[in-house]
């Protein structure tokens, strides 16, 4: 996970940097409603098929909110900043409702990494040091809770970068500091076991 990680996140710092400038010089977006602009990289539904960028479809619509609050601030760096000050918060509005209501399609993800571990993290936490089992606070089936987002059927890659963000400090946004501690208390192998087991989890589609 670790080399490959590495690899994509270079390959997609280059493309997301590309896109950026098409934005800001090329892409003419008037008349454009706010989320089909996020489409050019999550896709319209929501459901991204590329690893650096997360899939939006079915996440929850608070936590869409406060990361792209959190972007327009600078409390979470990153490429997203660009494009989130550009974004009022009307249209912040309307693109966390209407990834919200998108439904997940795509299949869960196959990977090949050993998930036993990261399945008894998610479910059962960790005694040393002590990690409270993730459910507790992203739902028994992966689904999220308000501002804490669905990770079910996530990028495996996006995952496991942005808990070494926040085990490395390098992502600070989280409330209380939350996900700095429990990542931190984490091995990178743990990391990796956790991001694919949470991959391969179905979401649970919505009526």
Do not use: W
């Not at 963000?165 to 209380?176: E, Y």
Request: proline share 5%; hydrophobic share 30%; aromatic share 8%.
């Amino acid at each position: 996970m670790n080399n490959r990680c590495g690899k994509l996140q270079l390959v997609f710092l280059g493309v997301i940097s590309v896109i950026t400038e098409l934005y800001a010089d090329t892409i003419d977006m008037s008349g454009q409603e706010p989320y089909e602009r996020c489409g050019y990289c999550h896709e319209y539904d929501g459901n991204s098929r590329m690893p650096g960028f997360p899939s939006l479809a079915g996440q929850s619509e608070d936590y869409i909110h406060k990361q792209l609050q959190d972007f327009r601030s600078g409390k979470r760096k990153g490429t997203m900043q660009s494009i989130a000050e550009i974004l009022s918060n009307k249209e912040i509005d309307i693109v966390a409702r209407y990834f919200s209501e998108q439904q997940t399609t795509l299949p869960p993800i196959e990977d090949r990494t050993d998930m036993t571990l990261g399945k008894k993290i998610y479910f059962r936490g960790k005694q040393q040091p002590i990690v409270p089992a993730c459910a507790s606070c992203h739902g028994k089936q992966g689904e999220g809770m308000h501002v804490n987002p669905r990770l079910a059927n996530q990028l495996p890659d996006y995952l496991y970068t942005q808990m070494i963000n926040f085990k490395q400090a390098a992502r600070k946004n989280d409330s209380g500091a939350v996900m700095r501690r429990i990542s931190s208390a984490l091995t990178e192998q743990e990391i990796a076991s956790l991001a694919s087991f949470l991959a391969t989890m179905p979401i649970e589609t919505k009526h």
